[in-house]
């Protein structure tokens, strides 16, 4: 009977196949089975504390070492609990998450997310709902109030939502502090004037949500997507820019560009705010990028498998033809 394979090529195409497959069988049995992340670590958070710290970081974006780094020191704190403000993942691919998940989970305090907009890349703003609850939300520890916001679009607040703020707003006046977190910055502090830069897209919105703030004499706002440090005032009200819990930074000021986190104290006397600085290797963009070439192959593998299989097979079958060929015009 005709040889119809080419045995030289078989077995690397087999192996190929059952590593492709083996992938996405991996992928499948070991995802994190998670719901409701944030609800979950609220209860975990002893709200009647008076007095108590809480650490804020944002702009992670898939950081392997340098995140790493930054749990591991926040291990280290006496802080209630923590809060990420956004860009937890280069993108909304759920194998991204799979890493930002599996790292937090070696945090030992609770650790609360906000949505920022690379988690609505590849579709991720319902794989961020399915796996850490709602987009916006509030809670209370002592005398503080804490409002999580979404802007991840980076364009506005949807009617609801601004309907809501205004609602806990209200609500917050009877406490003492009144925290409020957003991912998008409202202004730009590294431009002159309330031009659009890095910040909601937005100015007439931005303008609208400061006089809010003022208003209702927010203690602190706390943003990133910047990736740096700034602190200041807009309005009447100050805020904090935290974006550098591991992705690139955005230059080479040692006054605003180093990575790092907040962590803030509230008791009786007032609110103080220490910045943490995090270590990160000496050559960070290699790291980071020798981390991103892995998990962008195993992503890939997870999502195109049966692309990477139809590839895979296609190859064998046009070498062996090819082989075939060769084999006949020898006789």
């Given at each position: 009977m005709r040889q119809i394979y080419n045995k030289k090529l078989l077995f690397p195409a087999i192996f190929l196949l059952m590593i492709t497959i083996g992938i996405k069988v991996y992928s499948t049995l070991t995802f994190p089975h998670i719901t409701d992340w944030n609800y979950r670590h609220l209860q975990m958070i002893d709200k009647k504390r008076e007095t108590f710290s809480f650490?804020?970081?944002?702009?992670?974006?898939?950081?392997?070492?340098?995140?790493?780094?930054?749990?591991?020191?926040?291990?280290?704190?006496?802080?209630?609990?923590?809060?990420?403000i956004g860009d937890l993942v280069e993108d909304g691919e759920r194998e991204k998450f799979r890493f930002f998940i599996n790292q937090?989970?070696?945090?030992?305090?609770?650790?609360?997310?906000?949505?920022?907009?690379h988690e609505l890349r590849e579709n991720g703003r319902g794989t961020y709902y399915n796996l850490f609850g709602r987009?916006?939300?509030?809670?209370?520890?002592?005398?503080?109030?804490?409002?999580?916001?979404?802007?991840?679009?980076?364009?506005?607040?949807?009617?609801w939502?601004?309907?809501?703020?205004?609602?806990?707003?209200?609500k917050s006046l009877k406490y003492k502090y009144r925290f409020v977190f957003m991912h998008v910055p409202l202004f730009d502090p590294r431009t002159?004037?309330?031009?659009?830069?890095?910040?909601?897209?937005?100015?007439?919105?931005?303008?609208?949500?400061?006089?809010?703030?003022?208003?209702?004499?927010i203690t602190m706002l706390f943003a990133s997507h910047i990736h740096a440090y700034y602190r200041g005032v807009w309005g009447r009200t100050p805020y904090i820019i935290t974006g550098g819990a591991g992705a690139e930074l955005v230059g080479t000021d040692?006054?605003?560009?180093?990575?790092?986190?907040?962590?803030?104290?509230?008791?009786?006397?007032?609110?103080?705010?220490?910045?943490?600085?995090v270590k990160s290797?000496?050559?960070?963009?290699?790291?980071?990028?020798?981390?991103?070439?892995?998990i962008y192959i195993y992503a890939f593998f997870v999502l195109h498998y049966l692309d990477v299989i139809l590839v895979i097979l296609l190859i064998y079958l046009i070498l062996t033809i090819r082989s075939m060929r060769r084999g006949r015009a020898r006789l």
């Open positions: 650490a804020v970081f944002g702009d992670n974006k898939n950081s392997i070492t340098t995140f790493d780094n930054l749990i591991k020191k926040l291990n280290s704190e006496d802080v209630l609990f923590a809060i990420d937090i989970r070696h945090s030992d305090k609770p650790l609360l997310t906000a949505i920022g907009n987009f916006y939300y509030s809670f209370t520890v002592g005398d503080a109030y804490f409002i999580v916001l979404d802007d991840a679009n980076e364009y506005n607040l949807d009617p939502q601004m309907q809501w703020l205004k609602e806990q707003l209200e002159e004037g309330l031009r659009i830069a890095h910040n909601l897209k937005d100015i007439k919105l931005a303008k609208h949500l400061n006089r809010l703030f003022d208003k209702y004499n040692p006054e605003h560009d180093f990575y790092h986190y907040i962590k803030v104290t509230v008791g009786d006397a007032g609110v103080s705010y220490e910045v943490k600085r290797p000496d050559l960070e963009i290699i790291d980071r990028l020798a981390h991103d070439v892995w």
